[in-house]
């Protein structure tokens, strides 16, 4: 069992950064795949970035490359979303989460665990 907790989201001008955290209890953390995602309202859950468990593959939305950066620390439990050049569109609830699959995936459905959201809130 895995437990994901978001952190570090907020409200932030366009232009700004963020950076989002999402701690996992758990030993097997780092033999997982992680992935954000970001939910916004009346909208359809969609895959932001993918890593895989060594940190050495990383994937992302059209909307967010060049702007986004996911990496992990697995000696800390923990996954971070960089964003930069936030755009109004960004505003979401951004969600991390973790694949027991060998390879990530932008698919959410084969996710596994998944932590509470954190809100992002990006004004014009």
């Known amino acids: 069992q895995v437990q994901l907790v978001e952190s570090g989201g907020g409200l932030v001008q366009a232009g700004g950064s963020l950076r989002l955290s999402c701690v996992a209890s758990?030993?097997?953390?780092?033999?997982?795949?992680m992935g954000w995602f970001r939910q916004a309202p009346g909208k359809e859950r969609e895959s932001v970035a993918t890593?895989?468990?060594?940190?050495?593959?990383?994937y992302y939305a059209d909307s967010v490359k060049g702007r986004f950066t996911i990496s992990r620390d697995n000696a800390k439990n923990t996954v971070y979303l960089q964003m930069t050049s936030l755009k109004p569109e960004d505003t979401a609830v951004y969600y991390c989460?973790?694949?027991?699959?060998?390879?990530?995936?932008?698919?959410?459905?084969?996710?596994?665990?998944w932590g509470q959201g954190t809100q992002v809130t990006v004004s014009s």
């Open positions: 758990g030993r097997t953390f780092s033999t997982y795949p």
């Open positions: 890593i895989s468990w060594s940190g050495g593959n990383t």
């Open positions: 989460a973790a694949t027991t699959r060998s390879t990530p995936t932008m698919t959410a459905v084969l996710y596994d665990y």
